[in-house]
């Protein structure tokens, strides 16, 4: 599989593994060694020069162009003077016909073989200067980053005819046969015609009708599709083991946050039961009837196909939640269970694809309506035209919701402007450092984050809110992974939890999260660094109080890992929080509203806005931007506030595949030890993430996400080579970012 990437060099300095085709002189210079034409070559080349037809335009593919009319003098080959449109003159007066005069025998002769030798020099001049013209005219090859020379891995590739039970499993990057025939007496087994193993219903959710859920939380009531609650929620569809040989995770831990790692994920029980593989007519998307689909039977003899046509998902997750909302509240001697808003971000002109659609299906489903309305999802729609006052008439805001929203979302949609955000956060933002882009200060492109503020004050009934972007998919369950990350941040202390959170854990080389966490102190301490313990003391000309839950209540020496266990984090986000003063990262000091008096104040950052944030978050930046105007570029807004307010965040380990074979070592210092700012991956090093499965600049995610799909990538994938291979993908939980498109090329 390849994908496109920037065409700037990564080649490293006096790396022996990189071929150079230049000599080095006795000066030092690197020349390329000079080659003599012979004698026939360099007449050829003078007969070339008299070739008129060099005076044509050549196009990009080096195809001569037809040249425009003779009355514009751009189309001329001659420049000026301007050529006028004329025909011969006839030898006699009234006469259109052109005669040729009389010749010998002999002259016809001469004059034949020389238009026939002069014939062939201009068509060998033309078609050499044609090749010359190619050849200076192609693209040059870049240099290949470092990484690119390690060797692709596949396993991601092999599909359902090989899957084996957990217990069986070998990661691709173990030698498979030497593995499995050493250690387990086995061979890597034979394509099968069919999938190995049994698609099963996934139940993530803890036991609602247990002894022990009861003992602490009041009863959930089932929620429905429909108002008649005949429409169940339906289930969706696991393969219980991984396809032999597929690909493990470089950074990030299964395990570490609880998700499970012996289960994988194929298109049709994954996203079957939202209208993947049903017929349109049978109130499906109409996408994906026409791929390989072997076995596929089984997931709909367990599943219903459903017509979501005439579906509300606004509707629904209320009435889900009104029948439930005693669960939220604490009485009876029971806890309160926390709850969150699902806050997708959208735009006005966005186009909800069928794959979209069933993502979003998939998101109410599996977040709201199957856990009894612990979550609500939104649509955070933007709405480009400033020149529409949404907010002056609730007929226009309808209209305008109406043009830009499906329909089975509109009760569940919010839309804003950055005119509205002018009104609410006005300006001056004074004493901005650097603003890299050019844009104004209320773009979303600077201040996203400005419309969640809003948002989080029109909507206080929150504990948290996940900030997500309409480029992400998800190829596991929504509520076992956001149920797990905040689960496993909620037992994070707060000793080394920001410097943990800096780096990326990689646990074939880190070992325990324990090991980890014990590693990460030590360096610290030998860097002579000092540790995040409260809010930190800079110079500045004021900030509002922070909340007396940041205040240490020891130090940090004689903390022993405590403080902050059983505490929810406030930040979580899916790639490390860091010290943007020490990289180049572009955006590192587009902060504003802080008196330049004093020294830049410190600052964090974490690539990417997906972020869950909460209330308590939400409400510091508020305040802060709206009585003392500070803010900052929307990657850096919120960790920073976190930061100086002494709040608990945390990067969650979450997997992250690549689609080399990164020696382990290497892998660590890149990412997680630059010798110098400008080596960070934040910044001019972040090509490192190309081949990586989550990160802005990512080619290699939605390479993945549409092969999984069943899309061809690149004549790599499709149909006709998954019926001739191993089958369909079967992936196990995976986050992937950017994904741009989902539909490969048409054949």
């Not at 593994?17 to 034409?37: H, I, L, M």
């Not at 939380?217 to 429905?224: A, D, E, G, L, R």
């Not at 210092?669 to 700012?677: L, R, S």
Request: charged share 25%; glycine share 8%; proline share 8%.
């Amino acid at each position: 599989m390849r994908f496109r990437t920037a065409s700037v060099t990564g080649r490293p300095d006096n790396d022996p593994n990189f071929p150079n085709a230049f000599t080095t002189q006795c000066d030092g210079e690197k020349r390329a060694p000079p080659v003599r034409p012979s004698m026939t070559t360099r007449l050829s080349s003078r007969f070339a020069e008299l070739n008129p037809l060099k005076l044509l335009p050549v196009g990009e593919k080096g195809s001569y162009e037809r040249l425009p009319g003779y009355d514009s003098a751009n189309g001329s080959p001659f420049g000026t003077p301007i050529l006028k449109k004329y025909r011969w003159r006839s030898p006699s007066p009234g006469s259109d016909r052109f005669t040729f005069p009389r010749l010998s025998l002999s002259r016809i002769i001469i004059l034949t073989i020389t238009a026939i030798l002069a014939t062939g020099l201009l068509v060998t001049g033309g078609y050499r200067r044609h090749v010359a013209h190619e050849a200076n005219n192609k693209p040059a090859e870049r240099e290949l980053f470092f990484w690119e020379h390690f060797p692709r891995i596949n396993g991601f590739f092999n599909g359902v005819r090989l899957l084996v039970p957990y217990s069986e499993y070998v990661p691709e990057q173990k030698s498979i046969n030497e593995f499995l025939e050493k250690k387990m007496g086995k061979k890597m087994p034979k394509v099968a015609t069919q999938p190995t193993l049994d698609p099963v219903p996934f139940n993530p959710y803890p036991d609602f009708d247990s002894y022990d859920y009861l003992r602490e939380h009041h009863p959930v009531k089932k929620c429905f599709l429909d108002e008649a609650e005949t429409l169940a929620v339906p289930d969706i569809y696991v393969y219980p083991g991984l396809p032999q040989n597929m690909t493990d995770p470089f950074f990030g831990s299964y395990g570490q946050l609880g998700i499970s790692d012996s289960v994988c994920y194929d298109r049709f029980g994954r996203l079957g039961p939202y209208g993947y593989g049903s017929d349109i007519t049978q109130g499906g998307l109409g996408i994906g009837d026409n791929t390989e689909k072997e076995g596929s039977d089984k997931i709909w003899s367990m599943a219903r196909k459903i017509d979501y046509r005439k579906v509300d998902w606004g509707k629904v997750q209320r009435t889900c939640y009104e029948k439930n909302q005693k669960r939220f509240s604490q009485s009876g001697g029971k806890k309160a269970v926390k709850r969150s808003a699902y806050v997708l971000r959208t735009y006005q002109g966005f186009e909800y694809t069928p794959h979209q659609m069933a993502t979003i299906r998939a998101m109410i489903n599996e977040l709201s309506l199957k856990s009894g309305g612990e979550y609500d999802v939104h649509l955070l729609v933007q709405i480009r035209d400033n020149g529409i006052p949404i907010w002056a008439s609730d007929d226009l805001y309808n209209k305008t919701l109406r043009d830009n929203v499906p329909e089975e979302f509109w009760a569940m949609a919010t839309l804003w402007s950055e005119q509205q955000m002018r009104m609410y956060y006005p300006e001056p933002f004074p004493d901005n450092v650097i603003n890299h882009s050019g844009h104004p200060i209320h773009s979303v492109y600077r201040t996203g984050h400005f419309a969640l503020q809003w948002f989080a004050q029109e909507h206080p009934e929150y504990d948290f809110y996940w900030n997500w972007e309409m480029d992400i998919r998800y190829t596991g369950h929504y509520y076992e992974f956001h149920n797990r990350i905040g689960e496993w941040a909620k037992q994070q202390p707060r000793k080394g939890i920001w410097e943990r959170s800096s780096r990326f854990y990689m646990p074939d080389l880190h070992g325990t999260w324990d090991n980890f966490t014990e590693m990460v102190e030590e360096q610290t301490v030998m860097n002579g660094e000092k540790p995040v313990w409260g809010p930190p003391e800079f110079e500045n000309s004021g900030t509002i109080a922070s909340p007396l839950s940041s205040k240490p209540p020891t130090t940090y020496i004689k903390d022993n890992y405590s403080w902050g266990v059983g505490e929810d984090a406030d930040f979580i986000v899916f790639n490390p929080i860091f010290d943007p003063s020490k990289t180049n990262w572009v955006f590192r000091e587009d902060i504003s509203g802080y008196d330049r008096q004093y020294p830049v104040p410190p600052r964090r950052a974490a690539i990417i806005t997906v972020a869950r944030l909460s209330k308590k978050l939400l409400d510091l930046m508020h305040e802060e931007t709206y009585r003392l105007k500070h803010t900052a570029f929307p990657e850096m807004w919120p960790p920073t506030c976190a930061y100086h307010h002494g709040l608990k965040a945390a990067y969650a380990p979450h997997p992250v595949y690549f689609d080399r074979n990164w020696p382990l070592e290497y892998m660590d210092q890149i990412f997680n030890h630059p010798k110098k700012d400008y080596e960070s991956v934040f910044g001019w090093g972040e090509h490192n993430f190309m081949g990586s499965s989550y990160y802005y600049n990512s080619g290699f995610s939605g390479a993945l996400w549409r092969r999984w799909l069943g899309e061809s990538e690149n004549k790599e994938g499709g149909r006709a080579e998954e019926i001739a291979g191993s089958g369909r993908m079967c992936l196990r939980s995976t986050l992937l970012h950017p994904i741009k498109f989902e539909n490969g090329p048409t054949e």
